[in-house]
T-cell receptor
Framework: AQSVTQPDIHITVSEGASLELRCNYSYGATPYLFWYVQSPGQGLQLLLK????DTLVQGIKGFEAEFKRSQSSFNLRKPSVHWSDAAEYFCAVGLMDSNYQLIWGAGTKLIIKP | DGGITQSPKYLFRKEGQNVTLSCEQN?????MYWYRQDPGQGLRLIYYSQIVNDFQKGDIAEGYSVSREKKESFPLTVTSAQKNPTAFYLC?????????????FGDGTRLSIL
């Protein structure tokens, strides 16, 4: 069965340090890939998406993600985090043979140390 | 500003009671979705609708019902058959067809049992 794994439940990073959040998927073909961010008690906001082409995609708020087909991964990165980046981050996969359904990872909660 | 409005923000349900969560969008999107979010589990799809007067069950539809009488509105009813309704409920919408279109989210409704 298709699945999305975010191995880290929590990650703590100092303000100004770099960040990498991991996302791995299980699917036979290249899926559509998304990263969303959720602030406490709010809905989700799209950070970036990958469909095809350049495997390094740029998103909002200074985030980027790299698709690595050989590793079935789509890791999210940011060179220098800000306290306002504290939130929960979700990776999601859209399958070509599924009309409307996304498969979601369980999320990674980002904690920023001052 | 275009967006998705969910109401109420907080909702309490008594035993044996049905409650309805409202979701309205002014993005002119065709597709709408309801998700349930529990801590550490990511998002699970309850129902989705591609067009007016049509909707499909997601992964956890039991104990829930929906209607799609208008393009802008997709209310969710949590029935008394849903034995564990306490969760954060998110409504989303997307344009066009298929998972290639990113989903836009409301700010959610938190449902609790009295």
């Amino acid at each position: 069965a298709q699945s999305v794994t975010q191995p880290d439940i929590h990650i703590t990073v100092s303000e100004g340090a770099s960040l990498e959040l991991r996302c791995n998927y299980s699917y036979g073909a290249t899926p559509y890939l998304f990263w969303y961010v959720q602030s406490p008690g709010q809905g989700l906001q799209l950070l970036l998406k990958y469909f095809s082409g350049d495997t390094l995609v740029q998103g909002i708020k200074g985030f980027e993600a790299e698709f690595k087909r050989s590793q079935s991964s789509f890791n999210l990165r940011k060179p220098s985090v800000h306290w306002s980046d504290a939130a929960e981050y979700f990776c999601a996969v859209g399958l070509m043979d599924s009309n409307y359904q996304l498969i979601w990872g369980a999320g990674t909660k980002l904690i920023i140390k001052p | 500003d275009g967006g998705i409005t969910q109401s109420p923000k907080y909702l309490f349900r008594k035993e044996g009671q049905n409650v309805t969560l409202s979701c309205e969008q002014n993005l002119n999107h065709d597709a709408m979705y309801w998700y349930r979010q529990d801590p550490g589990q990511g998002l699970r799809l309850i129902y989705y609708s591609q067009i007016v007067n049509d909707f499909q069950k997601g992964d956890i539809a039991e104990g829930y019902s929906v209607s799609r009488e208008k393009k802008e509105s997709f209310p969710l009813t949590v029935t008394s058959a849903q034995k564990n309704p306490t969760a954060f409920y998110l409504c989303a919408s997307s344009s066009g067809q298929g998972v290639i279109q990113p989903q836009h989210f409301g700010d959610g409704t938190r449902l609790s049992i009295l």
